[in-house]
């Protein structure tokens, strides 16, 4: 599957985002699918992840509340809704997808990954 990230892009303190990452191939439902973010000279960071019938879902405490992630097998596109964004949430944002009922925390679980999409946060 190829993955592609969009949506980002400069934001004030407290305002919102949409990111949306878009799926080829037929079988998205049957993907987990995560976000994760990094800044450079960082290790890549868990956001937030979904199950692939969008049932459960699972949040990094440092967003819990503020983001929301969700999925339209539809579309095959996974989102990324960020409210009350803060100067710490700037990064390079990226999609993975995992061949599981579940996408979880750890990015080397993961099989595909999208190119990324900066987010950046001013204060």
């Known amino acids: 599957v190829q993955l592609q990230a969009s949506g980002g892009g400069l934001v004030q303190a407290g305002g919102s985002l949409r990111l949306s990452c878009a799926a080829s191939?037929?079988?998205?439902?049957?993907?987990?699918m995560g976000w994760f973010r990094q800044v450079p000279g960082k290790e890549r960071e868990f956001v937030a992840t979904?199950?692939?019938?969008?049932?459960?879902?699972d949040y990094a405490d440092s967003v819990k509340g503020r983001f929301t992630i969700s999925r339209d097998n539809a579309k095959n596109t996974v989102y990324l809704h960020m409210n009350s964004l803060k100067p710490e949430d700037t990064a390079v944002y990226y999609c993975?997808?995992?061949?599981?009922?579940?996408?979880?925390?750890?990015?080397?679980?993961?099989?595909?990954w999208g190119q990324g999409t900066q987010v950046t946060v001013s204060s």
């Open positions: 191939g037929r079988t998205f439902g049957s993907y987990g």
């Open positions: 979904i199950a692939w019938s969008g049932a459960v879902t």
């Open positions: 993975a997808a995992r061949p599981s009922f579940w996408g979880g925390e750890r990015p080397n679980d993961y099989q595909y």
